[in-house]
């Protein structure tokens, strides 16, 4: 009976401890999982991909802990290119890997403020402070103790605009679509996907009520479009609490949530870290 009872025990133990990981998908605009063989420091190894620091967790419990101590979770932007090799190193080690090519539908939408296709000399000026600052925010580095890396959907409604569209405003192409477009209607609830702290707030000439929050090790996630914020700067989250509602400010065609997934400093398919 003891026997059972320590056996018990510790796989108990190595289903608390062990982490949920996103899922793999090596194409521009997904995530790369990585066993860092040939690393076997207690301490999380330090890794860099395109000059950005990369998530690195245990493996404890994990499919890969009989190949490595530590994994790296890396966002692969959606302009890499599959012709390339991709590099990441961690302590010294490189690790090349191969990413798969991916084609992303097209978009077209209509814009009726001109200035949100075509910004004046002003709004462009706006826009730059916005990125340096929204940029800053992705580029968040913190340590704290998780047990998963999956998020529960932060507003319920359909999705309206997928991840990667190649998109069109008033027929002239812009940049791939970063995020998550959620249709939940004017004022529908906005709720932390996974505990966080908010490390930005602001109202952006493009994105509107926009929020930021810092998961850890790289991994934010950003609310746009708010009718209203209901959090500040600083503020520590729970999975659940509220972030605010739904709303069409900043440059929409009507009420939806924008939600992006950054991970180090790189923009992915937020649906990669859903769990369901």
Not at 14 to 36: C, F, H, M, N
Not at 104 to 117: G, P, S
Not at 216 to 225: E, R, S
Request: glycine share 10%.
């Amino acid at each position: 009976m003891r026997l059972i009872s320590f056996i018990f025990t510790l796989l108990f133990s190595l289903s608390v401890t062990a982490l949920e990981l996103p899922q793999e998908s090596r194409v521009p605009g997904g995530i790369a999982l990585i066993p860092l063989t040939g690393l076997n420091s207690d301490a999380a190894p330090s890794a860099w991909y395109r000059g950005n620091r990369v998530m690195v967790l245990p493996t404890r419990g994990t499919l890969y802990e009989q190949q490595a101590p530590w994994i790296a979770v890396i966002g692969i932007p959606l302009s890499a290119k599959p012709s390339e090799q991709q590099l990441m190193k961690a302590d010294g080690k490189r690790f090349p890997f191969q990413i798969q090519n991916k084609e992303y539908k097209e978009q077209r939408l209509t814009v009726t403020n001109k200035r949100h296709v075509n910004p004046n000399k002003q709004d462009l000026a706006r826009y730059k402070r916005e990125k340096a600052e929204m940029v800053a925010a992705f580029n968040s580095w913190s340590t704290p103790q998780i047990s998963s890396v999956n998020f529960n959907l932060p507003a319920s409604g359909r999705f309206s605009s997928p991840f990667g569209l190649k998109r069109f405003f008033n027929d002239q192409p812009r940049n791939p679509h970063s995020g998550l477009d959620i249709a939940g209607g004017q004022g529908g609830a906005i709720n932390a996907p996974a505990p966080g702290k908010v490390v930005a707030v602001g109202e952006y000439f493009f994105n509107g009520n926009t929020v930021i929050v810092d998961h850890g090790y790289g991994l934010t996630t950003m609310y746009c479009h708010m009718s209203r914020i209901d959090v500040k700067t600083g503020d520590q989250l729970n999975t659940g609490e509220s972030i605010g509602a739904i709303g069409k400010t900043g440059r929409v065609t009507g009420p939806h949530l924008h939600w992006s997934v950054s991970l180090n400093n790189t923009r992915v398919d937020p649906l990669l870290f859903v769990k369901e």
